[in-house]
């Protein structure tokens, strides 16, 4: 019954922030590493970041890269994006996700991953 839920989505205009959640229940993830893929219409899943189970080690995809941040809690088997100088281009609805099994060290492979949340919906408007 593993789950991860995403929130902290919506609508912000260019140059703004937000900090998008993903809390899992059913299981903990703290021995897992996360990620967040984001999804436009008409456009391949991309990679936005990764982190490593405990958070030491952060892989970052190059659109996001100076200006998003993921960070986790294990404690609250959370993990969140802060997303900071948003472009229009980084509209995309987000997804959390965690690695298939086990594993600490934090990946870019869409195909690494497991479980995934539902998404929420990023919409930055120029």
């Known amino acids: 019954q593993a789950q991860l839920v995403e929130s902290g989505g919506g609508l912000v205009q260019a140059g703004g922030s937000l900090r998008l959640s993903c809390a899992a229940s059913?299981?903990?993830?703290?021995?897992?590493?996360m990620g967040w893929f984001r999804q436009a219409p008409g456009k391949e899943r991309e990679f936005v970041a990764a982190i490593s189970w405990r958070g030491s080690t952060t892989l970052y995809g190059d659109s996001g890269k100076g200006r998003f941040t993921i960070s986790r809690d294990n404690a609250k088997n959370t993990v969140y994006l802060q997303m900071n100088s948003l472009k229009p281009e980084d509209t995309a609805r987000y997804y959390c996700?965690?690695?298939?099994?086990?594993?600490?060290?934090?990946?870019?492979?869409?195909?690494?991953?497991?479980?995934w949340g539902q998404g929420t919906q990023v919409t930055v408007s120029s």
């Open positions: 996700a965690a690695v298939a099994a086990a594993m600490r060290r934090p990946s870019p492979l869409w195909s690494e991953y497991g479980y």
């Open positions: 059913g299981r903990t993830f703290s021995n897992y590493a």
